[in-house]
């Protein structure tokens, strides 16, 4: 029997596949390049250059998380091609990487594919290889050390949490919804959706690092029985280290958001 999507009959929630990666990379870096208030006020200037940089190193990421077979994706059923030539694919992207004039408007419109919003996820026990992570992490250079510092400010026993075979937990890496279907709960069903559906297979948690207050919210206030913790968090306008001279510097400064790592609790 399906499980409910809690979204408009409009709307369909599918299991990502691999054709899907090219659309999902570009529905993420748009979403982060021009959207993320942490990202957006960190790199505010060459937006455009740095989207398309990043569509080319997100390749590695998104698919890993496509190919696991836990990633999904909300279509929009009465999506109206802007292109004719896109019907005959199903959607398409135009992105034109040699127009660094284009803004974030045009970019959206050249999003031609009624894929509208993503949530991708992997099987922790088969992990990222960092090194072909390095090419993203060049075009956000504070994209590692967030990561390390919630990793560093966990403080659970990793043997209480962490996965010993397959199966056991979820990774959440990415998710984003394009900016014209923003504000009609899509994101909030995904990711109610995903929970369900990881619990029906077996996953016994997911865990999820958060730039956006409301990714945080929906995550740490799961529905019943799942249950969510903040398991680690910091804040950007807070957070200060020393540097190779030993002064005090604030590296996430002026960005203003709280950083956390979330944990649900599925069985």
């Known amino acids: 029997m399906a499980m409910e999507t809690k979204l408009p009959s409009r709307y369909e929630i599918r299991v990502l596949e691999p054709?899907?990666?090219?659309?999902?990379?570009?529905?993420?870096i748009h979403s982060n390049m021009f959207l993320s208030s942490m990202w957006?006020?960190?790199?505010?200037?060459?937006?455009?250059?740095?989207?398309?940089?990043?569509?080319?190193?997100?390749?590695y990421l998104v698919r890993h998380q496509i190919e696991s077979g836990h990633s999904l994706g909300v279509f929009d059923k009465e999506?109206?091609?802007?292109?004719?030539?896109?019907?005959?694919?199903?959607g398409a992207l135009y992105w034109d990487t040699s127009d660094e004039g284009a803004d974030a408007d045009k970019l959206l419109e050249?999003?031609?594919?009624?894929?509208?919003?993503?949530?991708?996820a992997y099987d922790s026990f088969y992990g990222l290889d960092m090194d072909k992570m390095?090419?993203?992490?060049?075009?956000?250079?504070?994209?590692?050390?967030?990561?390390?510092?919630?990793?560093?400010?966990?403080?659970?026993?990793?043997?209480?949490?962490?996965?010993n075979g397959p199966g056991e937990v979820l990774f959440r890496n990415a998710t984003s919804t394009r900016h014209d279907y923003e504000g009609?709960?899509?994101?909030?069903a995904?990711?109610?959706?995903?929970?369900?559906?990881?619990?029906?297979?077996?996953?016994r948690?997911?865990?999820?690092?958060?730039?956006?207050?409301?990714?945080?919210?929906?995550?740490?206030?799961?529905?019943p029985p799942f249950r969510g913790e903040v398991v680690s968090e910091f804040h950007t306008m807070t957070y200060e280290e020393k540097d190779e001279n030993g002064e005090t510097v604030h590296p996430f400064r002026p960005a203003n958001q709280r950083a956390t790592k979330v944990y649900c609790t599925l069985k």
């Open 184 to 188: 009609k709960g899509i994101m909030k």
């Open 19 to 28: 054709k899907h990666v090219e659309w999902a990379s570009a529905i993420v």
């Open 134 to 163: 390095a090419g993203l992490m060049g075009v956000l250079p504070l994209f590692g050390p967030v990561y390390h510092i919630l990793a560093v400010n966990d403080k659970r026993d990793a043997k209480s949490w962490q996965a």
């Open 110 to 120: 050249q999003m031609d594919f009624p894929l509208v919003s993503v949530a991708l």
């Open 40 to 59: 957006t006020t960190l790199y505010p200037d060459n937006k455009t250059a740095r989207a398309y940089e990043g569509l080319k190193h997100a390749t």
């Open 190 to 203: 995904l990711a109610q959706y995903m929970m369900r559906t990881a619990a029906a297979k077996g996953f």
């Open 205 to 223: 948690g997911i865990q999820i690092e958060c730039l956006a207050d409301a990714v945080n919210h929906v995550w740490s206030n799961p529905p």
């Open 79 to 90: 999506y109206r091609f802007t292109r004719q030539e896109s019907a005959a694919t199903d």
